[in-house]
C-alpha cells in the first residue's frame, strides 16, 4: 500500500501552459508539504499545510497555488509555466505540523517544460 | 538565513566505514536530520538527533553537537546498495520545516 503518492509521475508540457499535481497521503498524518528539487538535486519546500490550514509558505512565486481539499490530500497548481519551473517536485506528509517529526516523502514528479 | 555544508561526494570501497560530515548555520535550531536518496528515488528518513551525542541504527549511526552546529552520519560495513546521495537537513520551528544541505553523494566500489 502507497503511503504517499503523486500524480503524474512524469509532466512534459510547453512554456505557458497550466498545469497541476495531485498528491494524496493514506497515513493518517496531519500535515503535507511540497518540495522542489532542482537539476544540482537541491531541496528547498515550498509549501507546507496541516490539517488544511496553510502553515510554511516560502518565497514561491504566486504562479504557484497549493490547494489542500483535506488533510489526506494536497495538490500543487502551477500557472504560466517557465523553463526555470523544470524540476522533480515532491510532496511529503508527517504525523505533526508543530514539533519535528520525520517527513515521509512521495515518489516525485518529473516537471519538463519546453 | 539558514546554510548547511556536507561535502559533494565521498567514495568508498564496499566493507568499510565512512562519515558524512555536515555543518550549520541557523537561526533557530531543534534538531539534525539525515535523509538518503537514490537516483531518480525519493528521499527515505534515516535517523534525527535532537540532543547531542550518537544515535545507532543498524549499520547507521548519527551524530550532533549542538555547541559545535555540526553533526555526521557514520555508515558501518559498507554495501554497493548504499550507493546514493545523503542529506542533513535541519528543523527550524515554524511549523515542522526542514532546511537540507546541498547533498553528499556516496560511491560504494568494489
Known amino acids: 500500500d502507497t503511503a504517499v503518492s503523486q500524480t503524474p509521475k512524469y509532466l512534459v508540457t510547453q512554456m505557458g501552459n497550466d498545469k497541476s499535481i495531485k498528491c494524496e497521503q493514506n497515513?493518517?498524518?496531519?500535515?503535507m508539504y511540497w518540495y522542489k528539487q532542482d537539476s544540482k538535486k537541491f531541496l528547498k519546500i515550498m509549501f507546507s499545510?496541516?490539517?488544511?490550514?496553510?502553515?510554511i509558505n516560502e518565497t514561491v512565486p504566486n504562479r504557484f497555488s497549493p490547494k489542500s481539499p483535506d488533510k489526506a490530500h494536497l495538490n500543487l497548481h502551477i500557472n504560466s509555466l517557465e523553463l526555470g519551473d523544470s524540476a522533480v517536485y515532491f510532496c511529503?506528509?508527517?504525523?505533526?505540523?508543530?514539533?519535528?517529526?520525520?517527513?515521509?516523502f512521495g515518489p516525485g514528479t518529473r516537471l519538463t517544460v519546453l | 538565513g539558514q546554510s548547511l555544508e556536507q561535502p559533494s561526494e565521498v567514495t568508498a570501497v564496499e566493507g568499510a566505514i565512512v562519515q558524512i560530515n555536515c555543518t550549520y548555520q541557523?537561526?533557530?535550531?531543534?534538531?539534525l536530520s539525515w535523509y538518503q536518496q537514490h537516483d531518480g528515488g525519493a528521499p527515505t528518513f534515516l535517523s534525527y538527533?535532537?540532543?547531542?551525542g550518537l544515535e545507532e541504527t543498524g549499520r547507521f549511526s548519527s551524530f550532533l553537537s549542538r555547541s559545535d552546529s555540526y553533526g555526521y552520519l557514520l555508515l558501518q560495513e559498507l554495501q554497493m546498495k548504499d550507493s546514493a546521495s545523503y542529506f542533513c537537513?535541519?528543523?527550524?520551528?515554524?511549523?515542522?520545516?526542514?532546511?537540507f544541505g546541498t547533498g553528499t553523494q556516496l560511491k560504494v566500489e568494489l
Open positions: 538527533n535532537a540532543l547531542d
Open positions: 541557523t537561526s533557530g535550531f531543534y534538531g
Open positions: 511529503a506528509s508527517s504525523q505533526d505540523g508543530a514539533l519535528p517529526d520525520t517527513q515521509y
Open positions: 537537513a535541519v528543523f527550524t520551528g515554524g511549523g515542522n520545516k526542514l532546511t
Open positions: 499545510y496541516n490539517n488544511k490550514e496553510l502553515i
Open positions: 497515513l493518517g498524518h496531519d500535515t
